[in-house]
């Protein structure tokens, strides 16, 4: 017999403290040294499903940071494995207990000189290549309105007061934070060099794997929501060094600690 699913009603995870941050590739040790007071493994809650990515393990902790008590969501299912439906069961489970805010992170290649692998960069803005459809949409065959693609637009908003709170944390931290586009490609390959200076051309810093999916289902449920770039590496053609995801884990694990400092000054600011 399997494992009963836990029921969001029957757990007082993260009850009062709306704070959360998905930890991405290689930055589980984020939590090293936060007291923690609950685990609950994704196999654990209707909907969700263990990773299938090393690096990232699967599971959700309610950790004391600061003082407060905050989720961290140690990995994802990313829309690459098939898995949009996990997506949008974590960020309801999220919405469930109460959540209200959610820091994003996640594992990026440099498509600039100026941004370098173990830098961390504030997400401006999103420049999503997924080709994805919101959930709900109308068939194929069928029109999409104007004001339907305007609601598209606005599910991948990033929220300006997060953004300039962790502006200002980094800067009380003594962390290094730059700013600029992600581009959000569908993986799970690494992009060609031809790929990359197409998307150069956008404007985007960094591109990554991940992130419009959980900021579309955190935008449809009202969780406020910024997102973390964690350079892991140089994009194909700026570098010759040929890309292998232990190599961006390594990157990933050796800036945990930077993270760290940044989440536990932003806990502190009032949300």
């Known amino acids: 017999m399997g494992q009963e699913k836990r029921n969001p009603s ?19 040790s984020v939590t090293d040294g936060f007291p923690v007071e609950d685990t609950i493994p994704f196999d654990e809650i209707e909907g969700l499903s263990a990773p299938t990515v090393p690096g990232h ?22 829309f690459y494995e098939g898995a949009f439906g996990d997506i949008r069961s974590l960020l309801g489970f999220l919405h469930r207990i109460g959540v209200t805010r959610l820091v994003l992170t996640s594992a990026a290649g440099s498509l600039v000189r100026s941004v370098s692998p173990g830098e961390l960069v504030l997400v401006s803005d999103l420049i999503d290549t997924q080709s994805r459809r919101p959930a709900g949409s109308l068939s194929t065959r069928e029109a999409v309105s104007q ?4 609601v598209v637009s606005r599910r991948l908003a990033l929220d300006a007061g997060m953004s300039r709170d962790l502006w200002v944390a980094a800067r009380r931290a003594k962390v290094g934070l730059g700013r600029g586009a992600a581009a959000v490609c569908a993986g799970p390959v690494y992009e060609t060099p031809s790929e990359i200076k197409a998307l150069q051309e956008t404007g985007a810093s960094v591109v990554t794997m ?8 955190a935008n449809s449920l009202g969780i406020r929501v910024a997102i973390i770039a964690v350079v892991t590496n140089w994009a194909a053609g700026i570098s010759s060094v040929r890309l292998r995801h232990n190599d961006v884990l ?22």
């Open 210 to 217: 991940s992130g419009a999916p959980e900021v579309e289902a």
């Open 250 to 271: 390594e990157v990933a694990r050796s800036s945990a600690s930077a993270v760290r400092q940044l989440i536990v000054e932003f806990v502190k600011t009032p949300g």
């Open 10 to 28: 029957d757990t007082t995870l993260f009850k009062g403290a709306p704070l959360a941050v998905l930890l991405g590739s290689g930055l589980d």
């Open 57 to 78: 393990r699967g599971e959700l902790r309610r950790c004391v940071t600061a003082g407060r008590p905050c989720l961290y969501i140690h990995g994802r299912r990313h």
């Open 147 to 150: 004001s339907e693609r305007d």
